[in-house]
T-cell receptor
């Protein structure tokens, strides 16, 4: 079975600073990887996804993520964080033969002025 | 237009009651899901339906019963509510089962509080 680890429960970043949220997955074959964001009191919104091809994927709101097979990682990055980016971020993995996504436990992003 | 909509958004009820949460998607997707998000924000799949057929039924108490009257709707009925059922329940849908390159679209969630 696949699994996802998000090592950081909370991260605080100054507004305007760069951001990197870590995600590691465990799966024997090529995974399908996703990042979702959950703003307070809201549902989950897809930021970006990796299925195949270019390992650097661009998403909405200026986010990008890089798939590194050798490190089993799919870290989320943003060059300059805005206060509105404060939210919970979830990494998820899908895999052939499994009919659902497996989510990490989330990373709460706090943005300081 | 809301793609995946759930009702109600908030639900406060007493222990022992029976309640239902409704979900509708207008994306034309074949697959729908119920996820439970606990107080630590952990998301766990409960059920999945594909073309109205149950395809995933995780270890969930049988007090929880999903029903899919058609592809666009997936409801969740909970009998004899317990304090531990308090959580946020998310409905989601996808074009096909997310066993590959298919993303899931989520509703806004239903915050259930059992008192």
């Amino acid at each position: 079975a696949q699994s996802v680890t998000q090592p950081d429960i909370h991260i605080t970043v100054s507004e305007g600073a760069s951001l990197e949220l870590r995600c590691n997955y465990s799966y024997g074959a090529t995974p399908y990887l996703f990042w979702y964001v959950q703003s307070p009191g809201q549902g989950l919104q897809l930021l970006l996804k990796y299925f195949s091809g270019d390992t650097l994927v661009q998403g909405i709101k200026g986010f990008e993520a890089e798939f590194k097979r050798s490190q089993s990682s799919f870290n989320l990055r943003k060059p300059s964080v805005h206060w509105s980016d404060a939210a919970e971020y979830f990494c998820a993995v899908g895999a052939l033969g499994y009919s659902t996504l497996t989510f990490g436990k989330g990373t709460m992003l706090l943005v300081s002025p | 237009d809301t793609a995946v909509s759930q009702t109600p958004k908030y639900l406060v009820t007493q222990m022992g009651n029976d309640k239902s949460i409704k979900c509708e998607q207008n994306l034309g997707h074949d697959t729908m899901y119920w996820y439970k998000q606990d107080s630590k924000k952990f998301l766990k799949i409960m059920f999945s339906y594909n073309n109205k057929e149950l395809i995933i039924n995780e270890t969930v108490p049988n007090r929880f019963s999903p029903k899919s009257p058609d592809k666009a709707h997936l409801n969740l009925h909970i009998n004899s509510l317990e304090l531990g059922d308090s959580a946020v329940y998310f409905c989601a849908s996808s074009r096909t089962p997310t066993g590959g390159n298919t993303e899931a679209f989520f509703g806004q969630g239903t915050r259930l509080t059992v008192v």
